[in-house]
C-alpha cells in the first residue's frame, strides 16, 4: 500500500513540483493549507483559491485550516521580531510546521513535508532542521528533498495552468519590503 504523506503547502505554485515528484515516489499526497502569515485577508483568499485549481487540475484533495487565519492575533505574536526577518521568518516557519507534524500525527500519516522546501526564497536549511527536529519526536516521519531543483519547471507549470502567482512573500512586513524601493524614490523626489 502507497505511503501517506500530509503536505504542508504554503500556495498553489509553489506545491507543482513538489507534488509531482512524491507522487513519482509512490507517496499518496494529500496537501495541508495552514497559512495565518498570508495578508491581508483578500490575498489570503486569492492563493487558497490558486491552490483550489491546481488541486483541481492535478486530482489531490486539501485539508483547509482557515481557523488558523487571524492576523491581529499574528501580528502580536511576531511583535518585537518584525524588523528581523530571520527571526519574523523562523517564528512563521515553526508555527506552520508544527501545526502540520500535529495535523499529520493526528490523521494518522506516515510522513509531513513541506512545499517551503520548493522555494529558492525562503531560509531551505533552517526549514529542513525544523521539520528534522520534529520527526526526532517519532511520530511521523519527514520527507526532506530539495523540491528547488525542480525550480523553473514549477514556474513553467504554473504559468501553463495560469494559476496566480503572488509578488511577495507572505505578510504585510514582506509587501512592504516588496515596494520599499518605490515608496523610497517618491520620498527622494519630495525632499529635492
Ligand atoms: S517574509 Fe514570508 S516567511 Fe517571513 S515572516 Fe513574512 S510571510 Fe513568513
Redesign the pocket.
Known sequence: MAKTILLHVCCGPCCIMPITRLREEGYAVTAYFMNP??QPLAEYLRRREALAAVAEQMHFAVIWDDKAWNMTRWLAD?AGRQDS?PA??A???STRLDASYAKAQALGFDAFSSSLLYSKY?QHEGIAAHCAALAAQGKVDFVYRDFRTDWQEGIDRSRAMEIYRQPY???V??EA?RYAKKLLKLQSAQAE
Request: hydrophobic fraction near 10%.
Open positions: 502569515n498570508i511576531v526577518p519574523r521568518c517564528y512563521c516557519y525562503q512573500c507572505g505578510c512586513y514582506s519590503e
